[in-house]
């Protein structure tokens, strides 16, 4: 939120920085907050040395102290949003009309989020090196032309230069260590990753935006990396834009990674191997949501925190798993962080990641119980969801809803895309179960604070696992 005004009048805008940098036409709408009283008015004023043009922008209250107007930017030229009420006037900022793309670089791993502010929700970050074509602007923040996604402009630097295409020159495919398998995408430029689409038959398609192929050369030598089928690259129906097709060998994807390589302008794919069609020799995350002396999740009415409900179900699950020949890598097994000091409060969900990685986690599991942002709607809510971010996620996250949910004497079940920390970051098929809600008493009364209520939802995870993993075969 951008402050504005004199403490005695304290006018703010939402969601929006400025200045605004907006393709001729774009349609704008604009929050702003301030004292209870007539609806103000915003002026959209250009002047120059011969002539001043207005135009005003209507608004509308759409709660206390919160109005909505919308426009439309000019065909070009620069011009400045002023608030009106009364007699009391202030500019909120400037709007510029530029036609066309820009260059973004990313000089660092850049945050991605769906709209130009910290309060939406934050999507996979654009590796270092990565080049962007943006078409606008608000504040700090930079709109790719290609996949509408807004970053923070505080990790690279924009130039006005028009984008060039990056050139492809080849596609080299060698192992990791472990067996992965490791493509790396040489170009003259890391491109913006537009799209990753994963089929039914196990098809990995990489969209590379605002990119053209030279000499391309695809090496990959005898007995590398056996898992994968056919690795081909064309040309997407629109121009500039590029496709990799990697037939994965698999029908359910064991997980991937981008990251820059140590050459400049080298993108690395890591590509895992399949992961084993039973519980027998697999190794998954558990992972308690919450904990430690600073994070209790949500607390029941009854008095129950939510981050012991979540350790006890991680502990059934943990045994069952075991029980079946699983590896299982619990993140805390006590009322802790699981962050050390050396890696900071501000680190915690992402040292739970790292820890899952590290192990070599074929799957990585979240245990949480909900609860609504009204309490009054929390004392009646129930269901149980299962969310899901990377693609190569949902099917895991669609085979978990329903077992789940019977398990726990629930009729409601869904599995949804949610962009939470813990399952974006991850490097395999990862899901955060809500179970059901803490927030409703009888719940947490009858259901959740039995004895056998822990046992009984970790049979249900068991049991979709179990399916999971049929589907694969």
């Not at 907006?22 to 103000?40: K, L, R």
């Not at 919160?66 to 500019?91: D, K």
């Not at 209520?453 to 179990?466: F, K, R």
């Amino acid at each position: 939120m951008t402050s504005l005004g004199a403490p005695a009048q304290p006018w703010a805008t939402e969601e929006i920085g400025f200045p605004i940098v907006a393709q001729p036409g774009e349609a704008i709408p604009i929050i702003v907050t301030g004292p209870e009283g007539p609806t103000p008015m915003i002026g959209m004023v250009h002047e120059s040395d011969t002539m001043r043009e207005r135009i005003e922008i209507p608004m509308s209250q759409i709660g206390p102290g919160r109005y909505l107007g919308r426009f439309h930017a000019p065909a070009s030229g620069h011009h400045r949003l002023v608030l009106e009420r009364g007699s009391h006037q202030e500019t909120l900022g400037e709007v510029m009309v530029q036609s066309g793309e820009r260059t973004f670089l990313a000089k660092e791993t850049v945050v991605t989020r769906q709209g130009p502010d910290g309060v939406f929700d934050r999507l996979t970050a654009l590796p270092a090196g990565t080049t962007v074509a943006i078409d606008g602007s608000r504040g700090d923040w930079h709109r790719s032309a290609n996949t509408g996604t807004w970053l923070d402009g505080r990790s690279g630097e924009v130039s006005s230069i028009v984008p060039q295409p990056s050139r492809i020159s080849r596609v080299t495919i060698d192992e990791f260590p472990n067996g992965d398998a490791r493509l790396t995408i040489s170009c003259s430029e890391i491109p913006e990753v537009e799209a990753i689409h994963q089929t039914s038959s196990g098809r990995l398609s990489l969209v590379l935006a605002n990119t053209e192929q030279t000499l391309l050369d695809i090496k990959r030598p005898v007995n590398t990396a056996t898992f994968l089928g056919t690795v081909a690259i064309r040309p997407q129906a629109r121009p500039l834009a590029t496709i990799l097709d990697i037939d994965t060998g698999v029908v359910g994807l064991a997980g991937y990674q981008l990251q820059p390589g140590e050459t400049s302008g080298d993108l690395i794919l890591r590509l895992r191997r399949p992961i084993p069609q039973s519980l027998k020799n697999l190794i998954i995350t558990v992972d308690a949501g919450h904990g430690g002396p600073k994070d209790s999740g949500t607390v029941g009415h009854r008095g129950l925190p939510e981050k012991v409900l979540n350790l006890r179900v991680a502990e059934a699950l943990t045994r069952q798993l075991r029980a079946r020949g699983a590896t299982v890598l619990m993140t805390r097994t006590t009322d802790a962080d699981v962050a050390t000091s050396e890696e900071g409060a501000g680190n915690e969900l992402q040292a739970r990641i790292d820890r899952s990685i590290a192990a070599g986690a074929h799957l990585f599991l979240s245990l949480h119980h909900n609860a609504r942002p009204s309490v009054e709607d929390g004392k009646t809510s129930h269901g149980t969801d299962v969310y899901w971010y990377q693609p190569l996620s949902a099917s895991l996250a669609r085979a978990l809803a329903q077992p789940v949910a019977q398990a726990v004497g629930e009729p409601l079940s869904t599995s949804r895309y949610r962009s939470f920390h813990v399952i974006r970051q991850t490097f395999s098929p990862s899901v955060l179960i809500e179970f059901q809600y803490l927030s409703n008493p009888q719940l947490e009364k009858d259901v959740l604070d039995q004895n056998d209520y822990p046992e009984e939802a970790a049979a249900g995870v068991v049991q979709g696992l179990e399916d999971y993993l049929s589907s694969l075969r």
